[in-house]
T-cell receptor, first 112, second 113 residues
Framework: QKEVEQNSGPLSVPEGAIASLNCTYS??????FFWYRQYSGKSPELIMF????GDKEDGRFTAQLNKASQYVSLLIRDSQPSDSATYLC????????????FGIGTKLQVIP | DAMVIQNPRYQVTQFGKPVTLSCSQT?????MYWYQQKSSQAPKLLFH???????NEADTPDNFQSRRPNTSFCFLDIRSPGLGDAAMYLC????????????FGQGTRLTVV
């Protein structure tokens, strides 16, 4: 089982719609969860982080965490063409050496 | 201002010729990571430093080595690059407490000819 799993997509949504991106992880002790956006040929940039169960909102972005189900999601409201990118889910492992592990990323295409 | 700086941005090396990629940070973070990312794949962790403690991933080839002479700098050495080592190499840093997201440099695109 992969440590962090995402559907690679592409996920296509029309402009103005809600994009829903999902991620599951295997390390039940993980405490920190991150969503990065990566444009083609560029390095990842952090857009959201979440530590506690429930929802966390930042502008058009909402991260949702359910530790019991080992599930993290990202909602993007009012999707814009500029949101078209690959969204990487990342998880910081528990234990002494806390490495950050990434999923394969979901490619999002927002259609004008 | 850039906080994690990688040099060079683009590197072309010959098959089998040793190459070194560098990373520096102004954040004073105690954790530094090296990731390899190939096209349409997830960033793959090669190794990371927790202060001076080196942590190698089990599946990182022996061809890849790293050095961290001080808090600010970290180097990735590829002893004998093969064609399969062509990739984007990403350096990242983080704190070990509090908000612990990884901050990335701009990456070094390595081409092996």
């Amino acid at each position: 089982q992969k440590e962090v799993e995402q559907n690679s997509g592409p996920l296509s949504v029309p402009e103005g719609a809600i994009a829903s991106l999902n991620c599951t992880y295997s390390d039940r002790g993980s405490q920190s969860f991150f969503w990065y956006r990566q444009y083609s040929g560029k390095s990842p940039e952090l857009i959201m982080f979440i530590y506690s169960n429930g929802d966390k909102e930042d502008g058009r972005f909402t991260a949702q965490l359910n530790k019991a189900s080992q599930y993290v999601s990202l909602l993007i409201r009012d999707s814009q063409p500029s949101d078209s990118a690959t969204y990487l889910c990342a998880v910081r492992s528990s234990g002494g050496y806390q490495k950050v592990t990434f999923g394969i990323g979901t490619k999002l295409q927002v259609i004008p | 201002d850039a906080m994690v700086i990688q040099n060079p941005r683009y590197q072309v090396t010959q098959f089998g010729k040793p190459v070194t990629l560098s990373c520096s940070q102004t954040l004073n973070h105690n954790v530094m990571y090296w990731y390899q990312q190939k096209s349409s794949q997830a960033p793959k962790l090669l190794f990371h430093y927790y202060d001076k403690d080196f942590n190698n991933e089990a599946d990182t080839p022996d061809n890849f080595q790293s050095r961290r002479p001080n808090t600010s700098f970290c180097f990735l050495d590829i002893r004998s690059p093969g064609l399969g080592d062509a990739a984007m190499y990403l350096c990242a840093t983080s704190r070990d407490t509090g908000i612990t997201e990884a901050f990335f440099g701009q990456g070094t695109r390595l081409t092996v000819v």
